[in-house]
T-cell receptor, first 113, second 112 residues
């Protein structure tokens, strides 16, 4: 079965620090990849997604992610975090032909002002 | 937010009582999902639907049933609520063109 691993469970940063959250998936075929953000007390919102083409994907709020097929990875990055980026971040993978994505366990990010 | 609403948004109930949560969408998406979110477990799929009257179980379906009599509504029922079903429940839809899930605002359910 497909799995998604988010290796960083909790990340604490100061404002202006750079961010990279890891995501690895297990499926070897065609895969669509997603990052969602969940601000405290809110629902999951789509940050960005990769289907095909340029492996560097830009999303909202200055986030980007890079798909590296050889490493089965889709890491999320932001060059300079803000206090308002404090949230939980979920990576998800959807294998080709499926309609049920697999979610990682999430990474809690706390940004200190 | 893909026109998804959930009701109620908050509910407190007692063990053994039936509870129904409603998910309503306005954009005629074929696929709808129910998840629960618990600390340390992330999101877990309860049930999903791929059309009117077409539903299937997810990984944590025990104690839950669903119904979809109209495209726009997907109901989740806890036949006899237990304290272990205290959770936040999210409904989601999948857009046909982009295979992307969008989530509703959630329902916080407390079973005493």
């Amino acid at each position: 079965a497909q799995s998604v691993s988010q290796h960083n469970h909790h990340v604490i940063l100061s404002e202006a620090a750079s961010l990279e959250l890891g995501c690895n998936y297990s499926y070897g075929g065609t895969v669509n990849l997603f990052w969602y953000v969940q601000y405290p007390g809110q629902h999951l919102q789509l940050l960005l997604k990769y289907f095909s083409g340029d492996p560097l994907v830009k999303g909202i709020k200055g986030f980007e992610a890079e798909f590296i097929k050889s490493k089965f990875s889709f890491n999320l990055r932001k060059p300079s975090v803000q206090w308002s980026d404090t949230a939980e971040y979920f990576c998800a993978a959807l294998s080709g032909g499926s309609y049920i994505p697999t979610f990682g366990r999430g990474t809690s990010l706390i940004v200190h002002p | 937010d893909a026109g998804i609403t959930q009701s109620p948004r908050h509910k407190v109930t007692e063990t053994g009582t039936p509870v129904t949560l409603r998910c309503h969408q306005t954009e005629n998406h074929r696929y709808m999902y129910w998840y629960r979110q618990d600390p340390g477990h992330g999101l877990r799929l309860i049930h999903y639907s791929y059309g009117v009257k077409d539903t299937d179980k997810g990984e944590v379906s025990d104690g839950y049933s669903v119904s979809r009599s109209k495209t726009e509504d997907f109901l989740l029922t806890l036949e006899s609520a237990t304290s272990s079903q205290t959770s936040v429940y999210f409904c989601a839809i999948r857009t046909g063109g982009t295979d992307t899930q969008y989530f509703g605002p959630g329902t916080r359910l407390t079973v005493l």
